[in-house]
């Protein structure tokens, strides 16, 4: 009997998706917007990865930055 390899699940292929917030021409984000931060951290309180969320590095900056103003203010978690 020959030996089968199993096969390692595959990542979707997320290189050719845009950034949302490029597609809207976004300069500025709230701390006070809450649904829109919401959806970038996970259960655990983290900050989505860029490859995740397919933001570009001018945008996850801003939104970390977003993130971390709603923490000290009381609006969003450190940590679960």
Not at 8 to 24: N, S, V
Not at 48 to 61: A, D, E, I, N, Y
Request: charged share 30%; proline share 4%.
């Amino acid at each position: 009997m020959a030996h089968q390899q199993q096969q390692k699940p595959r990542r979707p292929d997320l290189r050719g998706r845009k950034c949302d917030f490029c597609e809207k021409q976004t300069q500025h984000m709230d701390w006070k917007d809450y649904p829109l931060l919401k959806t970038h951290v996970d259960y655990f309180g983290n900050v989505r990865r860029r490859f995740l969320s397919g933001t570009c590095l001018q945008h996850q900056k801003m939104l970390r930055l977003a993130i971390e103003r709603a923490r000290f203010m009381g609006m969003l978690a450190y940590r679960k």
